[in-house]
Each structure stands twice: as structure tokens, then as C-alpha cells.
């Protein structure tokens, strides 16, 4: 869900209409309108008085987005790994996996 959708979702469930919303935020409602349907970009100082004005926590407004961000991050390394280990034969790709095996149950 984006985060505009989330806004909505925790405005309507609140009882908040968009105007109610914008006066909080000294802005107009279509602004509101525009932010709910992803048609105008949020900045974080924003994002955080929306925030406050929906008295919700702020990683309320921002779970999308860390948990895209975990997500591509998670992606990337996994990533990463397999091109540098593509690089070797297979015998040294096997030997790779048990460090990396070990490694993870040391961690665990």
C-alpha cells in the first residue's frame, strides 16, 4: 500500500474528512486529495505532521516505505552474493555455501 492510501485508510477510519484534515494542516483540501491519490509528493517534515495531526505514530504513516526499504535492501545483498558467487567454479561455489551455512547457524 502506498503511503497516500495509508493516510486515507487512517483518516476515514478516524471519522476525518479531507477538509477537517487540511484545515489541521493549514492547506487545501485538494492538496489532500492530490497526497491520498499519490498525484503529489510527500515530504518527510509533511509525512510527520500528517502524522501528528492523525495523532498516530509516525512509522504509521512510514511501515510502506521501511518495509520496501528492508525489502530492496534484503533483495540487493541477496543479490550481491549470488553475482560474486557466479564468479567461482562450481567446487568453490559449494565451499562458499558451507562458510555461508556455518556462518548463518553461528548467528542464529
Known amino acids: 500500500m502506498k503511503t497516500g492510501q495509508r493516510i486515507r485508510e487512517i483518516r476515514k477510519a478516524q471519522g476525518i474528512t479531507q477538509n477537517q484534515l487540511a484545515e489541521k494542516l493549514h492547506v487545501s483540501p485538494s492538496f ?12 518527510v517534515d509533511f509525512s510527520c505532521e500528517i502524522a501528528d495531526a492523525l495523532h498516530v505514530v509516525r512509522q504509521e504513516i512510514f511501515c510502506d516505505l521501511l518495509i520496501n526499504y528492508q525489502t530492496e535492501k534484503a533483495d540487493s545483498i541477496s543479490q550481491k552474493i549470488e553475482l560474486n558467487i557466479k564468479k567461482f567454479p562450481t567446487q568453490k561455489q559449494d ?8 556462518l548463518a547457524s553461528r548467528l542464529s
Not at 486529495?33 to 515530504?43: A, K, M
Open 32 to 43: 489532500i486529495s492530490r497526497i491520498e491519490n499519490g498525484s503529489s509528493s510527500l515530504t
Open 95 to 102: 565451499e562458499i555455501l558451507a562458510v555461508i551455512e556455518f
